[in-house]
């Protein structure tokens, strides 16, 4: 009389159904604790040696993409130094002219074979190389002297200067043909 009934003898009714409603979510809201297991994650892998080599694949392909990018000039995958309209329009201030600093490391070069001839002109040999060092580094200074009211102009006053110096004259003192991201308008042209 007062126990529990060893069989029920009602049946489960049926679910029912509710009309499917334009805007509204139609299923029942998850629990948090289903929610989070489906999240979690381990630490450490169980199988470290697969994860250690997933992990190396990633990296290989993100390389792959920067390397690509450096060729293409595509701004998704630049690295962060060289990302930003800000950062291509300095690479390109660079890149329409001809920069007395491109042309160092060959005269170096030429001028530690000659030095091997030594002889009283390799004195003056020298001299002018250490003068054409200061020549560059002064066309570098008016270079960033001409460049950086442009930026303020075309980006706005707010814009952040910091490093672009430093960057401007690092890829002028780069040949042509080595610089990375590689150069994307012509010698004469305008910047982008």
Known sequence: MFGRKKQQDETPSPVQE???????KNRPTPKRRDQEAARKRPLVQADRKSAKA????????????????????DERHLPPRDKGPVRRFVRDAVDVRWNLGELLLPLMLAVLVLSLFAGTWATYVFLGV?????IAIVDVWLLWRRTKPKLLQRFGADTNLRGLAMYLAMRAFQMRRTRMPKPMVERGDAPR
């Open 18 to 24: 509710r009309p499917q409603r334009e805007g509204a």
């Open 130 to 134: 250490y003068v054409l060092i200061l």
């Open 54 to 73: 997933a992990d190396r694949a990633a990296r290989r392909e993100n390389a792959q993409k920067m390397r690509e990018a450096m060729m293409t000039g």
